[in-house]
């Protein structure tokens, strides 16, 4: 009988309470299918996101993603997903378009974070704050 290695995982933090955040991250996929996509709600405490905190990183303001021990914020998270996403489906095919090459993805991140806030506002919900921000700190 030959056992199947156990697969590493590759991290996606992300405000699961962010409706569009929320749509991303589900239909993000991965391509290599020795590794598996891990979703963590950034709203529950986790060693991940201490590990997010304790780096300094806003997860107000940039998703997370964790790839061979490296974390990738914001835009950087979002061009690395889509150098992993496979070709198929219109979803990846949609952010391959969009984020494969960096500074697509340095230009769009700021509007597509700028959204996030906009949509969360309207929502009424609150913000993460894992840094222990004031809310002057924000403006």
């Known amino acids: 009988m030959i056992d ?3 697969k590493s995982t590759i991290d996606l933090v992300y405000d699961h309470q962010c409706p569009a955040c929320d749509f991303y991250c589900r239909h993000a996929e991965i391509a290599d299918a020795t590794r598996e996509l891990k979703r963590i709600d950034a709203r529950e405490p986790s060693p991940i996101m201490e590990e997010i905190t304790r ?8 998703m997370v993603l964790k790839k061979d021990g490296m974390l990738y914020y914001g835009s950087d998270a979002i061009h690395q997903l889509a150098l992993l996403a496979p070709r198929r489906g219109i979803f990846n095919r949609l952010s391959r378009t969009l984020f494969a090459r960096r500074p697509a993805a340095h230009a769009l991140y700021p509007v597509l974070r700028g959204g996030r806030n906009l949509l969360l506002k309207v929502l ?3 913000k993460i704050n894992n840094l222990g921000r004031s809310r002057n700190d924000y403006f």
């Open 4 to 6: 199947n290695p156990p």
């Open 55 to 62: 780096a300094g990183l806003d997860i107000d303001q940039g």
């Open 124 to 126: 009424r919900k609150t």
